[in-house]
């Protein structure tokens, strides 16, 4: 349990300064599209964590780094990632995602602060889905700066093909350089 405090913590602060550092970042050239609807009863479910950009909250996961959303009686989206770290111990976090916009839209915001903490916009850090299959099972995720990448699949592996395609999107289509971009391992 102290290792999803410590995970819950962590995120907490992510999203406090995702909301700083997005302020104080200079604007990127072109604003980053995102796809153009969410279908969120389609998009719930487990996602396996491909690929990312990698990032402090999640240097402690070294493999099995997924995420399962389900949507909540009130609307909003239960968030539960896990993964696994160095010594083989398993460590989860629990938050929530809202979308930003109507029904449909693409952009949603997560938290993983305490729900008392929900009134502060900076707990809260961007989650826009910008790439997604026809099928739903192959999504890219970023924020507005482009500081965050995650490549996301239903299964813990993806076609070479389908993964390259998705990696032409995201430079062609959304300006990434993908230098930096981490495969991550499954076992």
Known sequence: MKKTHYIIGLLAF???QNSVMAQSEPKTVAPIKTIASLDVVRYQGT???IAKFPNWFQRKCIAD???TYKIKEDGNVSVTNRCT???NEKGEALGTARQIGDSTSPKLE???APAWLAFLPQVWGDYWVIDIDPEYQ???VSDPGRKY?????RTKTVEPKK???LLGRLVNDNGFSLEQLSLTPQN
């Open 47 to 49: 996602w396996y964590e």
């Open 149 to 153: 990448l995650w490549i996301l699949s």
């Open 85 to 87: 770290f160095e010594n």
């Open 65 to 67: 780094t997924n995420a």
């Open 14 to 16: 992510y999203c406090l």
């Open 110 to 112: 997560v938290r993983f």
């Open 138 to 140: 192959l999504a890219a």
């Open 163 to 165: 993964y390259q395609a």
